[in-house]
Nanobody, 115 residues
Framework: QVQLVESGGGLVQDGGSLRLSCAAS????????WGWYRQAPGKQRELVAT???????IYADSVKGRFTISRDNTKKMVSLQMNRLNPDDTAVYYC?????????WGQGTQVTVSS
């Protein structure tokens, strides 16, 4: 059973930056593609960034050019560097396998961008 622990969220002003981290347990981390998802109040959870086992990346249009996903297979960690944040980025952010999540979700980390 994979356990996921997200961290790094917080309150930031419009235009600011944050770096999120996700620590994963379990086997075969390096074999999977991983993603960052977010869920804003009253909205469905959406996938915003994916990194494949080879390191290739895909971004949602809403974050392209502002967010960068990376992975460290040795440490079983996935990170999300978020720049030029705006209030529309306010959400709880989660990591999980992508594009099809697996297992249980972590608690997520809250990102709040003030205008």
């Amino acid at each position: 059973q994979v356990q996921l622990v997200e961290s790094g969220g917080g309150l930031v002003q419009d235009g600011g930056s944050l770096r999120l981290s996700c620590a994963a347990s379990g086997s075969f981390f390096s074999l999977y593609a991983w993603g960052w998802y977010r869920q804003a109040p009253g909205k469905q959870r959406e996938l915003v960034a994916t990194i494949g086992s080879s390191g290739s990346t895909i971004y949602a249009d809403s974050v392209k050019g502002r967010f960068t996903i990376s992975r460290d297979n040795t440490k079983k960690m996935v990170s999300l560097q978020m720049n030029r944040l705006n209030p529309d980025d306010t959400a709880v952010y989660y990591c999980n396998r992508a594009p099809t999540p697996g297992g249980s979700w972590g608690q997520g980390t809250q990102v709040t961008v003030s205008s």
